[in-house]
């Protein structure tokens, strides 16, 4: 102990230095964290968090019993997780390539700087561009086809119109990191490789791909973190909280937002979230146990 606190105070400037930060996390991200106490309660307002009725798992086997709903939206959040990553990855990958293969430079700036104005649009905003494509009356894609087919009522549509809504807002950001790895490639292993008469797409599939996975593979275990939480503003907002569509659009963060607005019981919302980062943790410890095995060099830890 002596010799923690003899190097905190030889190392004092860097200490005042990343103290904000410190603090930032500390009260943001694990402070709240006491809260998940609320998910083994049935909270009581006049009581508070600490103070209510202790429940044990009560909340979790309620979550649990209500068969259909919770089968239904965890199915939908996974397969939208395994979608969304595969085809994002792709896309990033493929998009970060073309662009760095661009022979003007000028012109891949620009067309970089154009696929990333999406992200700054809200989903509050986004959901009347999609409502102005696809409403039954007014929609633009039922006025060039002549048709008048009611989307909002029609649920089979919704996984492929959720995919080129997120495709749409994330791939053009997505694929910026991935142009940072591409620009640190030593450029002459092209050059060794053009000596050596291979073409791009030879160039592109031994050099570039290579030199990609390491990021590509960090990108996933992060992600995989996530795979039971999506984003609410794509469900929620997006899909206009139409109750006609729960079948292949309800995940477990619209379903949590659903009945924080419309129900008192907090320890059933708190006991679904607990979930989501329960299993959240272990797939992304047991995807970076998997990596380390196979790839130790890109295991996160």
């Known amino acids: 102990m ?21 603090l930032v996390l500390l009260f943001i991200m694990y402070v709240p964290m006491t809260g998940l106490v609320l998910a083994f309660k049935n909270f009581d307002y006049s009581k508070g968090i600490f103070a209510s009725d202790w429940v044990g798992l009560g909340n979790f086997e309620f979550l649990i019993k209500s068969k259909n709903t919770f089968l239904n939206m965890t199915r939908n959040t996974v397969l939208y997780y395994l979608l969304f990553t595969a085809v994002g990855t792709v896309l990033n990958v493929t998009i970060a390539i073309m662009i760095d293969q661009m022979a003007f430079k000028r012109a891949a700036k620009t067309m970089q700087t154009l696929m990333i104005i999406p992200v700054f649009i809200s989903y509050a905003a986004v959901q009347f561009i999609v409502f102005a494509f696809i409403d039954s009356r007014t929609g633009m894609i039922n006025n060039v086809l002549g048709t008048s087919t009611r989307f909002y009522s029609k649920a089979e549509y919704w996984p492929w119109i959720l995919l080129i809504v997120k495709v749409w807002k994330d791939t053009g950001y997505g694929s910026v990191l991935y142009m940072s790895v591409l620009a640190g490639i030593d450029t002459s292993l092209y050059e060794a490789a053009n000596i050596d008469g291979a073409n ?18 960090v990108m996933l275990l992060l992600s995989v973190g996530n795979v039971m939480r999506s984003d609410t503003g794509l469900f929620y907002q997006v899909t206009r909280n139409n109750g006609a569509l729960y079948s292949t659009t309800q995940v477990i963060d619209s379903y949590i937002l659903n009945q924080i607005l419309k129900s008192s019981n907090f320890g059933y919302t708190a006991a679904a979230s607990f979930f989501q980062s329960v299993i959240g943790l272990l797939l992304m410890l047991l995807a970076n146990f998997s990596v380390r095995k196979i790839e130790p060099e890109n295991a996160l830890f």
Do not use: D, G
Request: charged residues 20%; hydrophobic residues 50%.
């Open 2 to 22: 002596k010799e923690f606190f003899r190097n905190t105070w030889k190392h004092r400037a860097h200490v005042i230095m990343a103290l904000p930060a410190f």
């Open 200 to 217: 791009k797409f030879q160039q592109i599939r031994h050099i570039t791909i290579p030199s990609l996975i390491p990021m590509v593979t």
